[in-house]
């Protein structure tokens, strides 16, 4: 790796220019022969792609001693350790795989990321992604301020360990909240303000995170106002890129199902102009995935993508409600302190930001979202929200049976044979009762 390999975001924004789709998988295994394994085959798919090497538990958490125990005693673990296997193991285990041609991004899960990213650094990596919202109030009971503390550390972390020909990229995993239900105006609203907050900390290189939801009219209108609302609002010197995740709720059961809602996400990413795809398998709802069912993914993506053909300009951000909602959530917190370590936990204090059906002790919990009749997402109840509610004023009281209706949404779409007729479920039945 002499010389360092090519910046992450140059990679994506390369990649793009020649017209195709970066497409990557979540991937993680303890051993360094397993997880060298893996990116040797992500490496030779038949796709543009980049690395995954996703963190375990243990050190998620910071429990390395856990994570020590664990190697000791043979325990299979969900990822791979990066802070405890030795520094000489991992860069070994990415010699010859992480150059020019192949970028290797770390993923956590972390409220507390600076040791990861230390470990990472230190290997000789310089992506990553997460955030001090996105990774703290689905994840667990750190306090947001805690958390936001921790990342504003990380990122300068991250940001020193520039080399010459080096950008360090971080990644918000804002767009991505609680994976399903959220309505898009708040996802785009988040991952941009992460990233502003990445940038108040001295990153250059960010990604913007959007995860496919219920409608892809409305998906192609979030990603297209995610893209304008970075262009508008991160700095110009900061390189940027939109990065599309497929459907992360309740999963298709059938293979059939599985398959068309990851192709349905790749032709939304080149639709809607988003330049990185991250990729669900056909095994998603059973186990996890092996790293042969991952590389079909991957290739099945890329070649839906091709078949796709360029987007096409324009489309629907021109008076979109996705747009108008998510700029006005930033407004507002921008509006708080200029200082997003400040803003962003009197945000969530006042219900500025307020995450539907989060647990987490510093969210509001005032909010409400409805699948309505048409299959977009809409706000129920939008408590302190400077936002109003845009699903109709009739509808049902929340019943389990409808919460279970609607969290099955999309995976009964995709699974149901194609060409079947679509049930047209009226609001206040099961399918648009508030989730």
Not at 142 to 156: F, K, N
Not at 196 to 218: C, E, I, M, N, W
Not at 219 to 237: I, K, Q, S
Not at 287 to 316: D, K, M, Q, S
Request: charged residues 20%; contains cysteine.
């Amino acid at each position: 790796m002499s010389g360092g390999p090519r910046p992450f975001g140059a990679f994506v924004a390369d990649s793009a220019a020649a017209g195709r789709l970066v497409v990557q998988p979540r991937m993680g295994f303890g051993t360094p022969e397993a997880m060298r394994m893996g990116l040797e085959r992500t490496r030779a798919a038949t796709a543009t792609t980049v690395g995954t090497l996703t963190i375990d538990s243990y050190t998620r958490v910071g429990d390395l001693a856990g994570a020590r125990a664990a190697l000791a005693e043979g325990t299979r673990l969900n990822g791979y350790p990066l802070a405890t296997h030795p520094l000489a193991v991992t860069r070994a285990l990415l010699d010859g795989l992480h150059d020019d041609g192949f970028p290797v991004q770390v993923r956590h899960g972390s409220a507390r990321p600076q040791g990861i990213v230390r470990a990472l650094v230190a290997a000789g990596l310089d992506a990553t992604e997460g955030g001090p919202v996105s990774y703290c109030l689905p994840y667990g009971r750190t306090p947001l301020r805690e958390s936001v503390t921790a990342w504003a550390e990380a990122c300068e972390i991250l940001a020193a360990s520039a080399r010459p020909g080096s950008v360090p990229h971080l990644e918000s995993f804002g767009g991505c909240l609680l994976g399903q239900l959220c309505p898009p105006g708040l996802l785009v609203a988040m991952s941009v303000l992460e990233c502003l907050f990445f940038a108040q900390h001295g990153l250059r290189s960010v990604s913007l995170s959007y995860a496919q939801q219920t409608d892809p009219v409305q998906d192609e209108e979030a990603v297209r106002a995610l893209r304008r609302l970075a262009g508008e609002f991160l700095p110009a010197r900061v390189d940027h890129h939109v990065v599309l995740y497929t459907y992360m709720g309740v999963y298709p059961r059938t293979e059939h199902g599985a398959t068309r809602l990851l192709e349905a996400s790749a032709r939304l990413a080149l639709r809607s102009g988003a330049q990185r795809l991250l990729v669900k398998t056909t095994a998603e709802s059973r186990r996890i995935p092996t790293v042969e069912e991952n590389v079909r993914a991957l290739e099945t993506a890329a070649a839906a993508a091709a078949l796709a053909g360029p987007p096409e300009p324009g489309g629907h951000d021109a008076g979109s409600e996705v747009y108008a909602e998510a700029r006005t959530l930033v407004e507002a917190v921008l509006g708080l302190h200029a200082d997003l370590a400040r803003a962003l936990p009197a945000a969530f204090e006042r219900g500025l930001l307020d995450v539907p059906f989060c647990l987490h002790p510093d969210n509001a919990g005032g909010s409400r979202s409805v699948i309505g009749a048409d299959g977009r997402l809409r706000w129920s109840d939008t408590g302190a929200m400077p936002i109003r509610p845009d699903a109709p004023a009739d509808l049902a009281p929340l019943t389990a049976d409808g919460l279970l209706t609607t969290l099955h949404h999309v995976a009964e779409r995709y699974d149901r044979a194609p060409g079947a007729p679509v049930p047209v479920r009226a609001p206040g039945s099961p399918a648009a009762r508030p989730t």
